[in-house]
């Protein structure tokens, strides 16, 4: 199994706090047991190993029991990463007082933007620094099989035989919108796996 299981040092902070974390098959974790309106509440050291968790899955979903405000939402995501949030996208016109840090997305043009990123791709990939973070609020999850797929892609570079794990880390891509460079393969800051990095709709070339 290329994808780590729960931390026990993790779990336990987790538990200690109250929470429950299980793993979902076959990546990503669900948490459950915090009330994210209140997130400026939550200890550093259960931030920490629910970032932790993150980077070893690949994402944690939160289910929460209280709908969640704009604001709520927008505070939750800068726990993590660099604690700020930077926006790059359109505004539709049903965001939420245009707000321009909702990236409100939809199967629906009425009520969002659509044919959003359909390719394998990292978000960010047209800057220099990237991403760290990437938070989505669902308020009504996809039907009949479509919707987003999420891939782990330190799992995506372990499953890769040795001899294109060493071609592919010697390579660098082109990002066709800004021609900025990044490796093809990077190291995680978090979990310190090698990961695959691309944005298949962006890049320009190899």
């Not at 190993?49 to 927008?74: H, P, S, W, Y």
């Not at 891509?173 to 460079?181: E, H, I, M, R």
Request: hydrophobic share 35%; aromatic share 8%.
């Amino acid at each position: 199994m290329f994808v780590s299981s729960l931390n026990p040092s993790h779990l336990a902070t987790i538990e200690k706090h109250e929470g429950t974390i299980d793993p979902l098959d076959p990546i990503g974790a669900r948490v459950e047991g915090f009330d994210l309106s209140s997130a400026d509440s939550l200890p550093p050291n259960l931030v920490e190993a629910l970032e932790n968790e993150m980077a070893n899955r690949g994402f944690i979903v939160f289910k929460n029991k209280t709908q969640l405000t704009v604001d709520d939402f927008l505070r939750v995501s800068c726990l993590w990463g660099g604690k700020e949030l930077h926006s790059t996208h359109g505004v539709h016109p049903a965001t939420p007082d245009g707000n321009r840090h909702i990236f409100r997305l939809s199967n629906d043009r009425r009520h969002g933007i659509n044919g959003v990123g359909p390719q394998w791709h990292n978000d960010g990939s047209f800057l220099p620094g990237t991403f760290s973070h990437a938070g989505y609020h669902i308020i009504r999850p996809a039907e009949n099989g479509a919707g987003t797929y999420f891939a782990h892609q330190g799992a995506a570079h372990d499953a890769l035989p040795d001899d294109r794990q060493a071609f592919w880390s010697r390579l660098t891509s082109v990002n066709s919108n800004s021609g900025v460079l990044h490796p093809v393969v990077h190291t995680h800051p978090v979990s310190g796996r090698k990961c695959v990095w691309l944005h298949l709709g962006m890049t320009g070339a190899v």
